[in-house]
């Protein structure tokens, strides 16, 4: 049932990020639903394998959907998804929406600055104004959003059973 669980959610994640958000563009950002959603599986993921799988399958179709540097996207998100589920612990004061939160908005500024030096060589306060922070900000919220609802959707039996143990 749980991996039935994460095919849905991966293929309503993606459906929603090609058919609605790849043509919405917020103050110049595109949202990515797909760092999203990866973001709040990492924080939630207690096994690394099913981890490294969900994010693996997100790059590689991340990385074709977004039509720009496939390399990139793919090792940007894999490699990012990886060192996320590593350090999901630290710190241990803090609430996991807000690390999930926090992860998505790091990276998203790390990715389009990535992205805009690749491109043109150099970067201006104009790009980091109106690409790159509108860009983190919006995926940041979209996280804050799908984080609940996948806590309630997917992990919901996973808390039972660590109750009855």
């Given at each position: 049932?749980?991996?039935?669980k994460?095919f849905?959610?991966?293929?309503?994640?993606f459906l929603?990020?090609?058919?609605?958000?790849?043509?919405?563009?917020?103050?110049?950002a595109a949202?990515?639903?797909v760092?999203a959603y990866?973001m709040?599986?990492m924080?939630m993921?207690n096994?690394f394998r099913?981890?490294?799988?969900?994010?693996?399958?997100c790059?590689?179709?991340?990385?074709?959907l977004?039509?720009?540097d496939f390399?990139?996207?793919?090792?940007?998100y894999?490699?990012?998804?990886?060192?996320?589920?590593a350090?999901r612990?630290?710190?241990?004061?803090?609430?996991?929406a807000?690390k999930a939160?926090?992860?998505t908005?790091?990276?998203?500024?790390?990715l389009?600055i990535?992205?805009?030096?690749?491109?043109n060589?150099?970067l201006?306060l104009?790009?980091l104004?109106?690409?790159?922070?509108?860009?983190a900000?919006?995926n940041?919220?979209?996280?804050g959003?799908?984080?609940?609802?996948?806590?309630?959707?997917?992990?919901k039996?996973e808390?039972k059973?660590?109750?009855?143990?």
């Amino acid at each position: 049932m749980r991996n039935f669980k994460i095919f849905l959610w991966i293929f309503i994640i993606f459906l929603i990020q090609t058919v609605i958000l790849g043509h919405v563009h917020v103050l110049g950002a595109a949202p990515s639903l797909v760092m999203a959603y990866m973001m709040c599986i990492m924080i939630m993921e207690n096994e690394f394998r099913s981890a490294v799988t969900i994010s693996i399958i997100c790059s590689f179709v991340m990385g074709a959907l977004s039509g720009r540097d496939f390399i990139i996207i793919t090792l940007f998100y894999a490699y990012g998804s990886i060192i996320v589920f590593a350090l999901r612990k630290k710190p241990a004061y803090a609430h996991n929406a807000v690390k999930a939160v926090t992860w998505t908005f790091a990276l998203s500024v790390l990715l389009e600055i990535l992205l805009f030096l690749i491109a043109n060589r150099f970067l201006n306060l104009h790009a980091l104004f109106y690409i790159v922070l509108p860009t983190a900000v919006i995926n940041a919220v979209v996280t804050g959003i799908l984080y609940p609802i996948l806590k309630k959707t997917m992990y919901k039996e996973e808390k039972k059973k660590l109750l009855i143990v």
